[in-house]
């Protein structure tokens, strides 16, 4: 397995050595849509690095009232405990958008993350990066409009994926968006009726990503920033 064909930000940012004491440990998998990652408060098994999909991070109340708080893909790993020295997380997780990628179990990782200080630091700046987009998803939903946060939402899955396309159902987006699936209607035709978006059977496309931007205005572009300089940039 090269390091250059890996398309994973940590795992190909890492230097030679880090790299190549990770690569024996880690091992490719597939990720469908609603590919089970980790339970509400269940021991964490293996952590995954995703190459193509994304991965929701999912709060649940004591009622079982489900919210995205939170996204992965190809910028980060999930579940993100390993620096913690944890066994469990208390959220769930799962995949939206299917793809694939590549999985560690979790004690190999914590003992990386206790022996070797480069990937120790890349996981640090990608929890603050994650920290960042939880805080800010608290934020829209609590100030943003409907068709606001769906904009951001929309952008936020397009930037870790490829095509401009996604496969995504109502009932699931009013999941995401903590909001009826009467909102979620309501605010797709709002972004068609705008020209942004293109909305049919389960399938969102971008119409012009610059024009969503606008219109999210807001709600979108400090966490990205926060990621980019922290991740990509490996920033401080």
Not at 128 to 146: D, H, M
Not at 190 to 218: C, K, M, P, Q
């Amino acid at each position: 397995m090269l390091q250059s064909a890996i398309r994973n930000h940590l795992l190909s940012g890492l230097s030679a050595d880090a790299w190549n004491a990770i690569r024996p440990r880690l091992e490719p998998i597939d990720l469908p849509r609603n590919f089970h990652i980790a339970g509400f408060d269940a021991p964490i098994v293996h952590h995954y690095f995703p190459e193509d999909g994304v991965a929701s991070m999912v709060a649940v109340s004591a009622a079982g009232e489900r919210t995205e708080i939170g996204l992965v893909g190809r910028d980060g790993v999930t579940p993100l405990v390993a620096i913690l020295d944890a066994e469990r997380h208390p959220f769930e997780f799962m995949m939206q958008v299917s793809g694939k990628g590549h999985r560690i179990k979790r004690e190999a990782l914590q003992e990386l993350v206790a022996e070797n200080v480069e990937v120790r630091q890349i996981l640090e700046r990608f929890a603050l990066s994650l920290f960042t987009q939880t805080a800010y998803t608290a934020l829209s939903n609590a100030v943003q409009r409907i068709d606001a946060r769906l904009a951001r939402w929309i952008l936020m899955i397009d930037d870790r994926v490829d095509g401009h396309r996604i496969d995504v159902t109502h009932e699931f987006l009013a999941v995401m968006l903590a909001v009826r699936r009467p909102g979620v209607t309501n605010a797709l035709h709002v972004l068609e009726g705008e020209n942004l978006i293109y909305s049919d059977r389960g399938v969102i496309r971008i119409r012009d990503r610059g024009a969503l931007e606008a219109f999210a205005g807001a709600a979108y572009g400090t966490p990205e920033r926060v990621l980019r300089r922290m991740t990509i940039e490996g920033g401080s």
